[in-house]
C-alpha cells in the first residue's frame, strides 16, 4: 500500500470523528439546557453518546462507527415510540442521522487492512440505503391519507331558496349575499376534469412599482353578470371582461395613492347593483360599486366604467368623514361592499397594531342609487344619527369589520363578521360595549343600522381573533323542521350554526377553562366559548410536536416551546417571555371563508394549523427600538415583516412581536410539524368529518426560503376559499405552491391541477357563457404568503367538442 493510500482513510476518519464530536457537543450542550427546562433526555444522551463516537473515531478505533451505529438503531426505536408513524414527524429525528450513519459506513472500512474492506464498506452503505428505502415506504404507506366516508344522501331540504342564486353567473363575491361559493353548474366533473384547460389569460396591469418592497396581495374574486365579467386590481382599477374571451371592455381607475396602502394592497371584490324601476338603457341603471384603499365607495356604469354622477359627488362618496384625523393607510377599504334592500353597508380595515387612538370602526350605510348618508353604527353612541359635525367624531379605536359580510334580503340583516378593538393584544383600556361586540357576529337591520343580535365568539380577545370570514346562509334541519340559519367559520377552527333570525345557536356551543395569567390577569376570563358542533382546530401543541430539518433545530424549537407560556388553548400574550398562540391569527379560517353544497348537504372548508410565537415588548424597550405608528417617524428598527411583528400599539403599555406561523431566525422553516394547512370536508347535518387531506405541496418552500421543487404534499399555509359545483367538484388555489385544483368532492382526492403564473391567494368561481362552463382566477400572489406577485385573470374550460 502505498503512503497516499494508507494516509486518506485516517484523514477520512478524522474529519468524521470531528464532524459527530461537534455535532455531539451542540445536542449535549443543548439537550442538557432542555433537561433543565423539562423536556426530553434523549438530546443530551444522545449527544454524549455522540461525542464519544466522534473521539473514538478520530483515534481510528472501529468501536467508534459501531457506537454511532448503535446510536442510529436507538434513535429509530425512540422516534417511533414518541411519534409513531408520522412520516413529516420523522424526518428531523431520522434522516440526518442516517444520511451520517451511511457516511460512517463508508469510512469504517479505512480502519482496517483486512482485504475487501471497501467492499464490505460499500456493502454496508447499501444495507443502510435499502433499510431507509424500505422503511421510508412502509413509512409513507403508513402515513396514507384516511378513506373518505360516504358523502351524506341528497340533501336538497338544506338548500332553501338563495335570493341571489347563481345560475349562469356569481354576482356577487360569494357567489350570492348567501355566501355559500356554490355553483348549480355540472359540465365539469371528475370525470372530465382532467381535460380542463386554460383558455384565455389577461392582465390588470397594476404591479408594485418596487418588487423587493412588495405589499401586494390583491385577492380579487371577479363578479359574472350577464355577458360581463367585473374584477378590481389590487389598488382598486376596476375592469370588465368579455367572460368569453377575457377581452377587456372597460376600465375605471381611481387613482389610490401609494400612501393608502395599509398592510396589504388588496381588494377581495366589487359589487352589482341594478336600481329598481330604471330602464336598461338608461346611464347607472346597472353598476359596479368597489370600496378604495383610501376609504372612498366609487359607483361606475356598469355598460361603460363611466363614473355614476348621480352617486355622491362625481361618483363617489367618503368614508371617512366624521372620523376625525385619519392618517393615509389607517382607514381601507379591502372587502367588497354587501348591498341588501338598496343599501350599501361597508366596514373598513383600521390598520392593525398601530395605536389605541385609532380611527373609528363605524359601519355605514349608504343610498346605492345616490350615495346619500342612511345611517351609521357606532357602537359608542349608538342614539348617533348622522355625519358627526365640526369638533365631534366617531369613537376612535372600536372594533371594526374589515372583511365581507353577508346579507339577508327578506330579513332585512346583513351580518357583520366583527373584529377587535385597536391593538389586539392589551384590552385594558376597552370600554364596555367593546367588549360586548368584538369578535362577534352582530346582525344589523339594514334599515336602521342598529344591532339585532349579537354572538360573541371570544370573550375579551388579546389574540387577534378577529371574525375574517363571511358567514355562509343555509336552511338547517331541527326537530322543528328548517331554519333560516348562518354557518359561521372563525379563526380559531371552531364552525357554529346560529338562527339568523335571532343569534340563538342551533348546535351544541361548550365552555372551556382557559388560563388566566399574561400581563392583564383581572382582565383575563376563566372560560371561553368552543363549538362542539364541529372543529377545525386539533390537539394542543406539546414538545413532541416540534420540527426542523435536523435534531438540532428541531432541539432549538423543543427549548423554545419549554421556555415559552404555554398553557394550551388561549394561552394569553406576555411580557417576561414569549407565548405560544395555536391555532395563530390567520385560522383556523381567514377571509377565504367556506363553501357549502347545499344539494349534498357538505361544507368545504380550508384552514391554516400553525402557531404564532409572541412577546409583549415593554413601552420603554418598544420605543428604543422605534417601534411608532403609522404616519409618525421611527426612530430605530422599524419591525417589519409579517403582520404584527414589531406593531407599536401605542396609548397601550406594551408592543407587540408576533413571530407568526412561529419560524427559525436561520433557516425560516416552522417549529411546528406539518401540515400547515388542509381541506376538510364536513357533514352539514351532523358536524362529522368526511375526509381531511393536507393542502398545498413542497415545491415552493425549502429552508432558507429556497423552493424545494419537491411534488410532495405537505400542507402548506394557505390564504382564500374554496369553489364547489354540482359537478361534485371542489376548485381552490390558496396555497403556496402555486398550483390551481380540482378535489373530488366525494373522495377528497386531487383530480386536475394546474401550475400558475403566480401565487393564488384568491377564491376562483366559475360561470357558464354560451353554454360552456369555466373557472377564472386572479393570481395576484401575496407578501405575506411569500409567493410572487402577479396581475393575471386566467380561464380554464373543456375543450369545444
Known amino acids: 500500500m502505498t503512503l497516499a493510500t494508507a494516509r486518506f482513510p485516517s484523514l477520512s476518519a478524522k474529519l468524521m470523528g470531528v464532524l459527530l464530536a461537534l455535532i455531539g457537543l451542540v445536542l449535549a450542550v443543548g439537550g442538557g439546557w432542555l433537561a433543565i427546562l423539562g423536556g426530553s433526555a434523549y438530546y443530551v444522551i444522545t449527544g454524549l453518546a455522540m461525542l464519544a463516537a466522534g473521539v473514538l473515531l478520530f483515534r481510528g478505533q472501529m468501536l467508534g462507527g459501531w457506537l454511532y451505529a448503535a446510536i442510529v438503531v436507538l434513535t429509530a ?8 408513524s408520522n412520516p413529516w414527524a420523522l424526518i428531523p429525528r431520522l434522516v440526518g442521522p442516517l444520511v451520517l450513519l451511511l457516511l460512517v459506513a463508508l469510512v469504517m472500512p479505512t ?15 447499501a444495507a443502510v440505503l435499502l433499510v431507509t428505502v424500505v422503511g421510508g415506504t412502509v413509512v409513507a404507506k403508513l402515513g396514507a391519507p384516511a378513506a373518505a366516508l360516504p358523502l351524506p344522501a341528497a340533501g336538497a331540504a338544506l338548500a332553501g331558496t338563495d335570493p341571489l342564486a347563481t345560475g349562469a353567473d356569481w354576482p356577487a ?19 372530465n376534469v382532467g381535460s380542463l384547460e386554460r383558455v384565455w389569460l389577461t392582465h390588470t396591469g397594476d404591479m408594485p412599482a418596487d418588487l423587493k418592497h412588495n405589499k401586494y396581495g390583491a385577492e380579487t374574486t371577479p363578479l359574472k353578470v350577464g355577458d360581463r365579467l367585473y374584477l378590481c386590481s389590487a389598488k382598486n382599477i376596476m375592469m370588465a371582461l368579455d367572460p368569453a374571451t377575457g377581452r377587456e371592455l372597460w376600465r375605471f381607475d381611481p387613482k389610490v395613492p401609494d400612501a393608502n396602502i395599509p398592510y396589504t394592497a388588496a381588494c377581495r371584490g366589487v359589487s352589482y347593483y341594478t336600481v329598481p324601476g330604471a330602464q336598461a338603457t338608461a346611464t347607472c341603471a346597472t353598476r359596479i360599486i368597489e370600496g378604495t384603499l383610501d376609504g372612498r365607495i366609487v359607483a361606475v356604469d356598469a355598460n361603460t366604467g363611466r363614473p355614476c354622477t348621480g352617486f355622491g359627488t362625481n361618483g363617489q362618496v367618503d368614508i371617512k368623514q366624521g372620523m376625525g384625523e385619519v392618517v393615509p393607510g389607517m382607514v381601507s377599504i379591502t372587502s367588497a361592499p354587501t348591498i341588501v334592500r338598496g343599501v350599501i353597508v361597508t366596514g373598513h380595515q383600521v390598520l392593525d397594531g398601530q395605536k389605541r387612538n385609532a380611527p373609528s370602526g363605524v359601519i355605514q350605510g349608504y343610498d346605492a342609487v345616490t350615495g346619500e348618508f342612511r345611517w351609521a353604527w357606532d357602537m359608542l353612541r349608538p342614539d348617533r344619527k348622522g355625519i358627526p359635525g365640526p369638533g365631534d367624531e366617531y369613537g376612535r379605536g372600536t372594533p371594526n369589520m374589515w372583511t365581507t359580510a353577508s346579507g339577508d334580503e327578506s330579513l332585512g340583516l346583513v351580518y357583520l363578521p366583527m373584529g377587535n378593538s385597536a391593538v389586539d393584544y392589551w384590552s385594558g383600556s376597552r370600554t364596555p360595549p367593546e367588549d360586548f361586540f368584538a369578535t362577534s357576529l352582530v346582525a344589523l337591520d339594514v334599515t336602521t343600522g342598529r344591532p339585532r343580535w349579537r354572538f360573541q365568539l371570544v370573550h375579551h380577545d388579546v389574540w387577534d381573533y378577529d371574525l375574517g370570514a ?16 348562518i354557518v ?16 340563538r345557536a342551533l348546535t351544541k356551543v361548550g365552555r372551556i377553562p382557559v388560563p388566566t395569567t399574561g400581563v392583564e390577569p383581572k382582565r383575563r376570563v376563566d372560560g371561553q366559548p368552543v363549538s362542539l358542533y364541529h372543529t377545525l382546530r386539533k390537539a394542543d401543541l406539546t414538545e413532541r410536536d416540534m420540527w426542523g430539518m435536523s435534531p438540532i433545530d428541531q432541539l432549538v424549537c423543543r427549548i423554545q416551546f419549554r421556555r415559552a407560556a404555554y398553557k394550551g388553548f388561549y394561552t394569553p400574550p406576555s411580557d417576561k417571555q414569549h407565548s405560544v398562540e395555536y391555532p395563530g391569527y390567520n385560522g383556523g379560517t381567514d377571509w377565504g371563508g367556506i363553501a357549502i353544497d347545499p344539494a349534498r348537504g357538505v361544507i368545504v372548508a380550508n384552514y391554516n394549523d400553525m402557531p404564532n410565537y409572541v412577546r409583549l415588548v415593554p413601552r420603554a424597550e418598544a420605543d428604543k427600538k422605534g417601534w411608532a405608528p403609522r404616519g409618525e417617524a421611527r426612530g430605530g428598527d422599524m419591525g417589519g415583516g409579517a403582520e404584527g411583528a414589531g406593531d407599536p400599539q401605542a396609548g397601550t403599555p406594551y408592543a407587540v412581536d408576533v413571530n407568526a406561523g412561529w419560524r427559525l431566525p436561520f433557516t425560516g422553516l416552522l417549529c411546528k410539524q406539518p401540515p400547515y394547512g388542509g381541506i ?6 351532523t358536524g362529522k368529518t368526511l375526509w381531511d387531506r393536507p393542502l398545498g405541496t413542497a415545491r415552493n418552500n425549502g429552508p432558507f426560503g429556497i423552493p424545494s421543487r419537491l411534488p410532495v404534499t405537505i400542507g402548506t399555509p394557505n390564504n382564500g376559499g374554496a369553489v364547489v359545483t354540482a359537478g361534485g367538484l371542489v376548485f381552490i388555489a390558496a396555497a403556496t405552491d402555486d398550483l ?11 383530480v386536475w391541477q394546474d401550475v400558475l403564473p403566480a401565487g393564488g391567494q384568491a377564491t376562483p368561481m366559475t360561470y357558464e357563457q354560451n ?7 386572479m393570481t395576484g400572489g401575496h407578501h405575506f404568503m411569500e409567493t410572487k406577485v402577479g396581475d393575471q385573470v386566467i380561464a380554464y374550460a373543456l375543450p369545444k367538442a
Open 77 to 84: 426505536i425512540w422516534a417511533f415510540w414518541e411519534v409513531g
Open 111 to 125: 480502519l482496517t487492512r483486512r482485504p475487501g474492506r471497501w467492499k464490505a464498506g460499500f456493502a454496508g452503505a
Open 173 to 191: 363575491y360569494g357567489g350570492t349575499y348567501g355566501a355559500r361559493r356554490y355553483s348549480p353548474l355540472a359540465q365539469i366533473t371528475p370525470a
Open 470 to 485: 363571511q358567514g355562509t346562509l343555509i336552511d338547517f334541519p331541527t326537530a322543528g323542521g328548517n331554519v333560516p340559519a
Open 488 to 503: 359561521v367559520p372563525s379563526k380559531q377552527g371552531d364552525i357554529y350554526v346560529l338562527d339568523r333570525r335571532n343569534g
Open 680 to 685: 376538510r370536508a364536513i357533514d352539514l347535518r
Open 740 to 750: 390551481i385544483r380540482a378535489i373530488d368532492l366525494k373522495t377528497g382526492k386531487v
Open 771 to 777: 353554454g360552456r362552463q369555466y373557472l377564472v382566477i
